[in-house]
C-alpha cells in the first residue's frame, strides 16, 4: 500500500500565501506524477497542478502564475505553494500520487490519495 500525508492548509486572507506538503510512504518503487487537487464545496474535483517525475509542471489556467508545485523525489515529497490567494481558492486540496509498488508488493501501479486538507481564504 501506498500512503499520503497532507499538511500545511487553514484559513489564510486574500491576498496571503500558504504551502502545502505531501508524503508518500509505503511500498514505493517509484513515482511517477504527484498532483494536487481540489474540490470546493458543490463543485466537482480539479486539477490544480501536476508535475511529473522529471520535473515537467502543469497547471490549471485558474491558478497559473499564482501556485508552484515542486517535489522531492528524495523523500517522495510533493509542495504546492500559494500565493495571492483569493476565496475562489477556497477548496478542500486533495494530494495524489502515480507510480509503480515494488517488486516485492507485485510490482502493481497504484494511484493513490491523500485525505485532504482545507484551504480557506477569507478576511
Known amino acids: 500500500q501506498v500512503q499520503l500525508v497532507e499538511s500545511g492548509g487553514g484559513l489564510v486572507q486574500p491576498g496571503g500565501s500558504l504551502r502545502l506538503s505531501c508524503a508518500a510512504s509505503g511500498s514505493i518503487f517509484r513515482i511517477n506524477t504527484m498532483g494536487w487537487y481540489r474540490q470546493a464545496p458543490g463543485k466537482q474535483r480539479e486539477l490544480a497542478a501536476l508535475?511529473?517525475?522529471?520535473?515537467?509542471?502543469n497547471y490549471a489556467d485558474s491558478v497559473k502564475g499564482r501556485f508552484t508545485i515542486s517535489r522531492d523525489n528524495t523523500k517522495n515529497t510533493v509542495y504546492l505553494q500559494m500565493n495571492s490567494l483569493s476565496p475562489e481558492d477556497t477548496a478542500v486540496y486533495y494530494c495524489?500520487?502515480?507510480?509503480?509498488?515494488?517488486?516485492?508488493?507485485?510490482?502493481?501501479?497504484?494511484?493513490?490519495w491523500g485525505q485532504g486538507t482545507q484551504v480557506t481564504v477569507s478576511s
Open positions: 508535475i511529473t517525475r522529471g520535473g515537467t509542471e
Open positions: 495524489n500520487a502515480v507510480g509503480i509498488m515494488t517488486p516485492s508488493s507485485g510490482g502493481r501501479l497504484f494511484n493513490s
